[in-house]
């Protein structure tokens, strides 16, 4: 009852792999009104999405499993940005899905195995449109619900949504977008060609498979500096107390320690090295925090392990930008801009991430770091069907290269393993 025309909310969301991020949105002036986001609930069914993919294949009933936990994790996101907004529930009228292709595929229920078959064909790749009370969203019943385009098995809608958030699909200079997460997505190219390509960078800079490491949140040690006699400055998130470290933390960690010759170009710690803060009791440890300056009462250390996790993840994510860039015939000159996106990416620092060698070493003045593009891409696509026609001819134009069956691969990536210090 009454006039609402004035009153019309939307909803954009990003299912990544290891979290769910949405957007409450005022439709009527594009303005976000509240955010939210939660682990994927899917975690326990695996970290990577192989693990997943393989539990939905088992048969039907698990697909099943695995879209419920989806559905419900959306709707626990809608819920929390609804409550923050105070508003309720039934006024969202438009929501934007956009995730990688597995997840796309999982929130719809739709079979994935075909993702992780050779030649990784996804079962559905246009854009779709359903309505709310199919899928379950508590949102408006009769509202609309959008997924947007993917572009090949491993690169999904959230690439799309890269893509439209940055423009770099309108301009004429030449730019990188590194969009890093469990899976990371890499897109070079300008107006005239784009080419894309996946990487399965893991979670380790998400702080998963690291002793100390945690998410981006509230006592995660963010920011790190070692000074020549070998001290540890750091900051941690809400500048308490450490409990642990996160992707950010840890970039920073290993520069350093390779700036202060603590660990050599392979990654092994310099057992010349006279300082109390190494550790030699189970394998090497470097002591990051003592433990009466920590929130849990115990040292935070970095292990052989943990730097060992780092150089597979920042391998394989420089693989991916060095063969693009071979494939395209382009040199570190030749990119004019360079995008690091993802949640992680926000906190992270391009000086540092060039000294491990996770991405080109070109010029700081030329990297943005652009956080959540994929959420933002969807904010876009959920207030203009413009957007929405983009992102089809984006989908429909960029080309994807599969990393895995590229000649050059195993070389490169053995190369990339190697820390870039003289």
């Known amino acids: ?43 326990i069914y695996g970290e990577d999405i192989i693990s997943r993919i393989t539990f939905a294949a088992a048969n039907n009933a698990n697909l099943k499993t695995l879209q419920k936990l989806l559905i419900n994790g959306v709707n626990k996101v809608l819920r929390e940005t609804c409550r923050k907004a105070e508003i309720d529930s039934s006024k969202v009228y438009e929501t934007v899905v956009v995730g990688n292709t597995a997840m796309h595929h999982f929130f719809l229920g739709i ?16 854009q779709i449109h ?4 199919e899928l379950n969203l508590k949102m408006n019943k009769e509202g609309i619900v959008t997924t947007l ?7 999904g809608a959230d690439a799309v949504a890269d893509i439209l958030a940055t423009g770099i699909h309108e301009s004429e200079e030449i730019s990188l977008l590194v969009d890093i997460g469990t899976n990371t997505e890499i897109i070079i190219g300008n107006k005239d060609d784009l080419l894309c390509c996946s990487c399965a960078s893991g979670p380790a800079f998400e702080g998963a498979h690291i002793k100390h490491g945690m998410k981006a949140v509230t006592g995660a ?24 470290i996160c992707g950010s933390g840890i970039i ?14 392979y990654g092994r710690f310099n057992s010349k090295i006279k300082t109390k803060r190494m550790k030699k009791d189970d394998g090497m440890e470097f002591i990051v ?19 060992n ?83 089809e001819e984006i989908a429909n134009r960029v080309r994807y290269l599969e990393l895995a069956n590229d000649p050059d691969f195993n070389q490169e990536f053995l190369k990339a393993l190697i820390f870039p210090i003289d």
């Open 130 to 133: 359903l309505i709310a009370k």
């Open 289 to 307: 925090a003592w433990d009466n300056e920590t929130a849990t009462g115990k040292a935070i250390t970095i292990t052989q392990k943990d730097i």
């Open 221 to 244: 040690i963010e920011r790190v500096r070692i000074n020549p006699n070998l001290e540890v400055k750091y900051e941690t998130i809400g500048g308490v107390k450490p409990s642990g």
């Open 1 to 43: 009852p009454g006039d609402t025309s004035n009153y019309l909310l939307g909803f954009a969301v990003d299912i990544g792999t290891s979290k769910i991020v949405g957007h409450l949105v005022d439709l009527t002036t594009g303005r976000t009104v509240a955010m939210g986001s939660i682990e994927n609930p899917q975690i």
């Open 252 to 265: 920073d960690l290993v520069a350093e320690m390779l700036k202060n010759g603590i660990i050599d170009k």
């Open 309 to 391: 996790e780092i150089q597979l993840a920042k391998a394989a994510i420089y693989t991916g930008c060095s063969i693009l860039m071979k494939r395209k015939n382009l040199k570190d000159k030749d990119i004019n801009r360079v995008f690091i996106a993802g949640a992680f990416g926000s906190y992270l620092n391009p000086e540092n991430a060039k000294i491990i060698g996770l991405i080109p070493d070109i010029p700081t003045e030329k990297i943005k770091v652009v956080g959540n593009t994929a959420v933002m891409g969807a904010k876009m696509a959920l207030v203009s069907k413009e957007v929405r026609k983009k992102a």
């Open 149 to 155: 385009p993917i572009i090949a098995g491993f690169v």
């Open 111 to 126: 079979e994935p195995r075909y993702i992780a078959l050779s030649p990784y064909t996804p079962a559905l790749k246009k």
